[in-house]
């Protein structure tokens, strides 16, 4: 009997390029090939500095925003329709940071559950200072001061945890 171990994957097929643009903007530097549940969704065309997501794709709800000393983990994906998608991990206290210098992970942020919809091509972290006005993924600056926002990792699948080093 044949064991069918990739039935229903969800993978990401090329390394979309993805980086963080300026302000709340991302950047992506390729197309997109993604599968979810086996099935080839729409390609997601190379995007420059465009608008990040507003609402977690998850929860449908506005994104919750990050007081002093905390850290995140956001999950950048596509769906089927070829659209851009985010999901907000847990939200974790950091060690206390000095003014503008965000402090040291405690703990690593945990991943979201992702929508059914969604294929992951990357994800970044996000930390605060003590100086930091309030971060809220989609609308505040990435490099706002007091904000310390990790490269993204270009991703084929989710890992079993964010990488925090």
Not at 137 to 163: D, E, M, Q, Y
Request: charged fraction near 15%.
């Amino acid at each position: 009997m044949e064991k069918l171990t990739e039935r229903g994957a969800t993978r990401n097929h090329v390394s979309a390029g993805f980086v963080l643009g300026t302000t709340s903007t991302y950047t992506t530097t390729v197309t997109t090939e993604c599968v979810i549940d086996g099935v080839f969704g729409t390609t997601l065309g190379a995007q420059t500095n465009t608008a990040s997501p507003t609402t977690d794709a998850a929860t449908g709800a506005a994104f919750v925003a990050m007081g002093d000393n905390k850290a995140t983990v956001l999950v950048w994906g596509v769906n089927l329709a070829g659209a851009i998608q985010l999901c907000q991990g847990s939200i974790e206290d950091t060690e206390v940071g000095v003014t503008a210098t965000a402090g040291a992970f405690l703990k690593a942020p945990q991943f979201p559950n992702l929508p059914d919809d969604f294929c992951p091509i990357a994800y970044n972290l996000v930390r605060t200072a003590p100086s930091a006005s309030d971060f809220t993924p989609g609308t505040s600056s990435w490099t706002a001061t007091g904000i310390t926002a990790s490269v993204a990792k270009n991703i084929s699948v989710l890992p079993a945890r964010p990488r925090i080093v």
